[in-house]
């Protein structure tokens, strides 16, 4: 009678699956990653009775010429990374002039050298930020841009808040392009 002996294909079973899974640990202590080099950030603000929310990840400048360089002139792109930077409104708003109703978008932006900017507002916002979605615009708008002290990661904020209006500002190096957000009960319905 022939005995086999299994132990070691079992031991090298083993291994190999957790080799492939993925479950690297080290005397008792998981891997850790690496955090992105462009983090997430949130914003929000509530309006009167609107709650405004944005969120999107943030990237450094790491002295790098930002406009005219690294994003160019004249090319649609989202301000932000990673990821298509998002806006929810809870209630009706105006956005620049521009009704738009309740609901989620994605902003991207067409920097212009010496002029006024193009934000673009589109309705599909789940989206990478490489792949613009064309045929998702609901409106674009020219907003002039102004110049403020560098900010070295890119940042949303709001630094004016009425009853009826806000002030969103999008701020990176020494660019800030302002937007204009009107709420319930003065022309927004």
């Keep these: 009678m022939r005995r086999v002996l299994l132990i070691p294909t079992i ?12 479950s690297s640990q080290v005397s008792g202590q998981a891997s850790v990653q ?3 080099a462009s983090q997430h950030g949130a ?11 944005l969120e999107y990840d943030r990237p450094v400048a790491r002295g790098r010429e930002l406009f005219g360089s690294l994003v160019e002139w004249d090319a649609i792109w989202t301000p932000g990374a990673n990821r298509a930077t998002w ?5 009706p708003v ?3 002039g521009h009704a738009l109703d309740a609901g989620r978008y994605a902003i991207w932006m067409v920097p212009k ?31 002039r841009p102004e110049t403020g002290s560098h900010m070295e990661v890119l940042a949303y904020y709001f630094p004016v808040v009425g ?27």
Aim: charged share 20%.
């Design 11 to 22: 031991v090298t079973l083993t291994t190999a699956v957790s080799a492939v899974s993925g």
């Design 34 to 36: 690496a955090p992105q």
């Design 43 to 53: 914003v929000a603000q509530t309006v009167n009775q609107t709650v405004i929310t």
């Design 87 to 91: 806006i929810d409104f809870s209630e």
């Design 94 to 96: 105006k956005l620049e």
């Design 113 to 143: 050298e010496n002029e006024p900017w193009e934000v673009v507002v589109v309705s599909d916002w789940d989206r990478d930020h490489a792949l613009y979605p064309f045929g998702a615009e609901v409106f674009r708008t020219m907003v």
């Design 163 to 189: 009853p009826y209006e806000a002030t969103l500002r999008f701020h990176w190096g020494s660019t800030i392009i302002p937007l204009r957000i009107e709420v319930g009960g003065r022309g927004t319905n």
